[in-house]
């Protein structure tokens, strides 16, 4: 059983996303002018 007592309760088994295609966080000290443009540079990457 997971997540619960109920039938079908809970996460369905095998849905996680492989290791490669997982996101993971990283920190990087920024300027405060140069958020947004990384932000938008991310947003133009992942576009393509």
Same mark, same amino acid.
């Given at each position: 059983? /997971? =997540? =619960? @007592? /109920? !039938? =079908?309760?809970? /996460? $369905?088994?095998?849905? &996680?996303? $492989?290791? !490669? !295609?997982?996101?993971?966080? +990283? &920190?990087? /000290?920024? +300027?405060?002018?140069?958020?947004?443009?990384?932000?938008?540079?991310?947003?133009?990457?992942? @576009?393509?």
């Amino acid at each position: 059983m /997971r =997540g =619960g @007592k /109920r !039938e =079908g309760a809970g /996460r $369905p088994i095998g849905t &996680t996303k $492989p290791e !490669e !295609e997982k996101a993971k966080r +990283y &920190t990087f /000290r920024l +300027y405060i002018w140069e958020v947004e443009k990384v932000r938008e540079f991310i947003k133009s990457l992942r @576009k393509n």
